[in-house]
């Protein structure tokens, strides 16, 4: 089983010991991005992902719900599926909107 959602990985020790190492050899950090440039240029596809990982960041995952039926959907996947046209892709939209009573006034 997977860590519970929202809990956060506070402990890094590989992160905490590679900075320390880091620090120690200040240049080695700059000749592992160059081999890296070097070898994106020379057209390895792994390493040219790699690079576009590190200065875009990866690319969102997508998820296609058009198999789903439409009663399988929350509240919010509806709402979203509904205010696509008039909000733009880098909106997020997080809770559908609050409920109206019809027979309330104005």
Known sequence: MGRPIGS?????????????ALKSRPLALRRVADQLIDKAEAGNLAYIRELID????KPLQVFD?????????SDAELYRI????????DTMLLLPPAKVRSDEPG
């Open 82 to 89: 509904a205010a696509r046209g008039g909000v733009s892709p």
């Open 65 to 73: 719900r058009q198999d789903v039926p439409i009663h399988e959907l």
């Open 54 to 57: 590190r200065l875009d960041g």
């Open 8 to 20: 956060v990985n506070k402990e890094k020790p590989f992160n905490d010991a590679l900075r320390i």
